[in-house]
C-alpha cells in the first residue's frame, strides 16, 4: 500500500516542514542569549505557498470538491431521468454553471501552483494528473455549453469529473504525512530543550558552588568560621 501512496504527494509539503522547522529552531533559541534579526520578507511567490500549504485552504478545496462532485452527481441523475424535471427547468443549467464556477476557481489554483512551484509541481505526478484533469475538464465543459446538441463526450466529462473527488485521498495523505513530520520534529526540538534546560542547570549549580566558595573564602579571610 505504501508503494502506490508514495505517489499522493502534495507541492508545499516541503514548504511546511521548512516552516515548521524554522518556528521550531526560534523556539528552542529563546533559551539562548538573544540576538537580533531583521524580519524576512515574503515574496509574492512565498505568499502563494504558504496559502496553497496552509490547512484552512485544503479544507475549501476539499469542500470544494465534494460540491462539484454533488453537481455532477445532480446533472447525471436528471439526465438519466432519475430525477424527473419538467423539460426546460432550470435546475440543470444551474448546477452546470455552478459545477464550470467550481472548475474555473480550480484553474485559477492550478495556474498559481505553476507560478509558485514551478519544476517542483511537475515532481509531484498526483498533481500533474490532477491539474491535466482540470484542464481537460475545462475545455470539455466549455465545448458543451456551446455545442450541447452534438457532445457525445458527457460520459467522459462526468467520469473526469468524479475522478477529482481521489484528490480528498491526495489531501488526507498529504495532511498525515505534514502531521508525522511535525511531530518528528516537535519530539527533536523537545530532546534539543531538554539538552538546553540541562546544560543550564548544569551550568547554574557551577557557578552557585563557585559563589559559595568565594563567600566561605572571604568569611575565612575576616576570622568567620562557617
Known sequence: MSRYLKHFTAVGDQHVVQ???????VSSEEL???TAQLPVTLTFRDSFKRLYSSERFQVLVVCLVILDAIFVLAELLI?????????????????HYLS???LTFFMLELAGKMFAYRLEFFLHK?????????????ILDIVFIFHEDAFDGIGLLILLRLW??????????????????????????YDHL?????ELQERSDKLQA???????ALLKKHGIDV
Open 100 to 102: 464550470l464556477a467550481i
Open 32 to 34: 539562548s542569549p538573544a
Open 210 to 216: 563557585q559563589e559559595n566558595d568565594n563567600l566561605k
Open 19 to 25: 516552516s515548521d522547522e524554522e518556528e521550531l529552531h
Open 79 to 95: 439526465d438519466l431521468a432519475v430525477i424527473k424535471l419538467e423539460h426546460g427547468h432550470i435546475a440543470p443549467e444551474v448546477f
Open 194 to 198: 531538554v539538552q538546553r534546560v540541562t
Open 126 to 138: 498526483f498533481e500533474v494528473f490532477d491539474g491535466f484533469v482540470v484542464i481537460v475538464s475545462f
Open 164 to 189: 477529482r473527488v481521489a484528490r480528498i485521498i491526495n489531501i488526507l495523505v498529504s495532511v498525515k504525512t505534514r502531521a508525522d513530520q511535525k511531530i518528528h520534529k516537535l519530539k527533536e526540538s
